[in-house]
């Protein structure tokens, strides 16, 4: 296919689309809003549906019954839309139920603002609804992963039953990018357990509830024993001029393209640093970080964010005290400089007496 | 005559869902009204032969159980979500039958949205709101349609309209909607009122079977337990204490209006979809022009480019612009607006990056070249410029010359070439002539072939033609 220029909040539908998605249920909110507008372009093209809910409460919980119905299904919002999508989430996990949700996460808490931030690492990663529950989490870097990142989350979906979040921020959604759309196009797997019309799937119940404390264990512990598979077989990650670095940056969506830059001007001095993106937020990739951390060459890692520092506990747990891990941060809608990141990283080379 | 009593098809014959007690008999209460509704419901269902397609929303409150008896698909709903739940199936399979059955609490507090709403798009599915005027499950406490001076666990001294407001009339006020087909309320109090409640789901039923829209049947139903009170008195407190603020009837019925349509399944679209999505051709790029000349000064070659104006100037569709040729020439490229309220009226800028290698940053925070369309944009920018880079301003519209010496100041009157072509709003490709001509980063004619990319409607594609070579004719005329 050819190149073609869009927003990453235009790309995702386009990945959703080719993946089979044909249900989208929103509701308009900045910085994500275009979503919303390209699926409602979109949906109706390819025989699918669009519909703007009367609330973003309503519109995770059409997902829910379109998810359940075995369609691939999916939503967006930004942060405050992403805290009342939560119920639905919640639902959705409990009943395992597929689905896509789109996060584009900006300027928090309450109402903050419409730039971007990475200050709903925790909502999103650490689940911000009820119960023992995991949502996967994908973090594109770019309008191409937008697109990729879609088509891979409705496989994850399906594969595990289980809500998939793409988490970035409003610069990745705002930005255009060249991006290519692989030729083949997907079509939903059949789903044996939905609900649906035909004899079978009359015999089918979707739901969260079990009054019996031995049976919601154990449908707790199953559930645990599916996402501990998933943190076997789906860590993703990208390393970046990692070789002989000794200053290991750790940074997703956009703060680890502004990283890539601050390290090709670090390493023209000579510096040795380098980075490691997640690509799966969760599954967090802490086993590649231990790993990393027990180099001998490895001094320090530094988690730069958008956020007062959130995702750096899960690098803190990762390397569980091997090395140093220390944390730089922009927030309230500043995105870090490549300049002030590789101040940043000057001054820790600086002090451990020279990166050369 | 030998009289055979059977349940009906579409409940189980044992409940073995059911975890504990019976299996044979249903949870509810003596005299609830949950049982009677059920009934009604299944034998519609069997009648009208659509026991395979039925979908069945269990609501949060008594009735979520309802999958232990109904052999119909079941799909259980967060509290008053129903018809949001059921808005997503009935939208995949339009060919199912939604029912969504509600309580009070479930439908008219917690779930007030999401009823108006699906009743507002007229989905096509069937409400069965069970009105009991109490939260049953929770153990008695005050519901919407709680009676004035009724006594709940949560209005211990009786409602109070002062405190809690009126009961809510939710016949009328989903009456108050354009799209319902069909709206009634009826009562379980004696063998009449039983008879009008299943005439009327079964007339819900059988609309959404002929594919007529939204239906919603309120039942007025006895709670004994939350009411405190014996059964068969219960039944009589609906008629003297419930049916005089509720009063019972067809608020609605446009079912003979609209003509009956067969229930179709949506066809999955696979054909042709990178057309629908209006994704380019194979090969409809690739014009890599790899050996095309670069300008000398690297930096120009693989810019860093800011430019900025007011909202309305075209400053976001330049660097849309220089960012959709440079893909078209096989460049790497970026571009990310200033988005918001600054769309709205305020100044609007945006981050260009041009490069032959992967993109790292995407913002520009240093530039390569500045655009500058307005006064606010160029005192704003300016100190950002890298010493040598090049600032390009509309000097038609700027009446101070930059500040710097250690820059490169091309003075372009941008904005009166473009009166001149006799449109001002192609005061942007104007520039966008005059920055490739200076800096050589694209020929002009690369700009011209590709301007299709970026510009949309083609009816406006020989004016910016225009535009884009007077910039470049104006920067020759310097020379």
Partial sequence: MAKTILKGNEAVIHGAILAGCRAYFGYPITPASEIAETAARYMPRVGGTFLQAESEVAAVNMVYGAAGAGARAMTASSGPGISLKMEGISYMAGAELPCVVVSIARGGPGLGNIAPEQGDYHQVVWCGGHGNYHNIVLAPNSVQEMSDHAMLAFDLADRYRNPVFILTDGAIGQMMEPVEFPAEVHAPPAKEWAIGVGERARRNVVSSINLDPDELEQQNLKLAEKYARITEAEVRFEEYRLDDAEVVLVAYGIVSRVARTAIEALRREGLRVGMLRPITLWPFPAARLRELAERPAVRELLCVEMSTGQMVRDVELAVLGRKPVSFFGRCGGNIPSDVEIAEQVRRRTARQGGGR | MKVKLEKSKAFYDVYERKPTGDKTVVHYCPGCGHGNIHKMITEAIVDLGVQDRTIFVSPVGCSVFAYYYFDLGNIQAAHGRAPAVGTGVKRVHPDSIVISYQGDGDLAAIGTAEIVHAANR??????????????????????????????????????????????????????ALQAPVYIERTALTDAKSINKTRQAIRKALQYQVENKGFSLVEVLSACPTGWGIHPVQARQWIKENMEPVFPLGCLRDRGAEIPASPLEPRPFVAEGLHELLDHPAPGAEEERAAGAPRPADPFLGSPRVKVAGFGGQGVLLLGLGLASVGMKLGRHVSWLPSYGPEMRGGTANCSVRISDEFIGAPIVN????????????????EPDLRPGGMLFYDSSLIDVSPQRSDIVTVAVPATKLADELGNTKAANMVMFGAIVERTGLFAVADVVRNLGSFIKLKKLIPLNEQAVERGGAYIRSLA
């Fill in chain 2, 366 to 381: 240093q530039s390569d070249i500045l655009v500058a369309f307005n006064r606010p944009s160029l005192e704003k920018f």
């Fill in chain 2, 122 to 175: 007229g989905e096509k599915m069937t409400v069965i709101f069970v009105n009991n005027a109490i939260y049953g499950m929770t153990g008695g406490q005050m519901a919407p349609t709680t009676l004035e001076g009724q006594r709940t666990t949560t209005s211990p001294y009786g409602r109070s309209p002062a405190n809690e407001g009126y009961p809510v009339r939710v016949a009328e006020l989903i009456n």
